[in-house]
């Protein structure tokens, strides 16, 4: 009985946890890279990719299940290579050197885009 209040509480505990979790506050700390900071590189890249005017793009939000550690160079971006077999276009955000580290030595984070939408 007991341990069923424990769970029952501990889960309680975590959904506010989570919920109150947004890429907003994702950032980036001393031993893992944000995911806000990751968003905000590729939306530098698309506004660049915008420019060019052939397409127009929106971000998305990365999977908010990545974690990464942080990166010890600045952040690289390009468009995901077709090759890799997603399904949807996205922009790969790379760290080709992470901070030392016992799981990485670098990374990338495929970040999901869509064609802009005109909103009246």
């Known amino acids: 009985m007991l341990r069923s209040i424990l769970f029952a509480g501990t889960l309680s ?3 506010l946890c989570l919920s109150a979790w ?3 506050t994702g950032r980036s700390t001393e031993y893992k890279h944000g995911l806000f ?5 590729a939306r ?3 506004a660049q990719e915008n420019i060019k005017g052939q397409q127009q793009w929106d971000v ?5 299940k990545v974690l990464v550690p942080r990166c010890a160079i600045p952040l690289q ?3 995901a290579p077709k090759s890799l077999g997603r399904s ?3 922009v790969m955000v790379v760290c080709p050197a992470a901070v030392p580290n016992a799981v990485m030595k670098r990374w990338d ?3 999901p885009v869509e064609w802009k939408t005109h909103r009246p």
């Not at 900071?37 to 590189?41: G, P």
């Not at 998305?60 to 908010?64: C, I, M, R």
Request: hydrophobic share 40%.
């Open 13 to 15: 505990a975590c959904i």
């Open 22 to 24: 947004s890429i907003e």
């Open 37 to 41: 900071e990751i968003r905000e590189q």
């Open 44 to 46: 530098r890249f698309i």
């Open 60 to 64: 998305l939000e990365p999977n908010a």
């Open 77 to 79: 971006t390009q468009w």
């Open 88 to 90: 949807k276009p996205s």
């Open 109 to 111: 984070v495929h970040v």
